[in-house]
């Protein structure tokens, strides 16, 4: 598996699971073609598609640390943590 300063990506995926239905996953990857390129720099699961679209990811850097973040639209429900969702 490739590093991102190595030509890499990180990977944006959905599965179920979580407090309220549906879990971000994320990864690092190398392209495969079946994924769907983001600005060179995000591959998304064709599955996770319907559930992400419209929805704004960002990298946030706080005092206790870097995560990366989704707001997303279409989200009826959501846990404190920001790790799962439902539609």
């Known amino acids: 598996m ?6 890499g990506y990180v990977t944006l995926g959905v599965k179920g699971g979580g407090c309220s239905g ?3 996953t994320w990864g ?3 392209i495969k073609t079946e994924d769907e390129i983001i600005e060179n720099i ?3 699961d064709p599955l996770a598609i319907m559930y992400v679209i ?3 990811i960002d990298y946030v850097t706080e005092l206790g640390g870097s995560f ?3 707001v997303n639209p279409t989200a009826k429900t959501s846990c404190g943590c920001g790790e799962s969702f439902g539609v």
């Open 2 to 7: 490739q590093s991102v300063s190595n030509g």
């Open 22 to 24: 549906f879990q971000y």
């Open 28 to 30: 690092l990857s190398e």
């Open 42 to 44: 995000l591959l998304l």
């Open 54 to 56: 419209g929805s704004e």
């Open 68 to 70: 990366l973040t989704v």
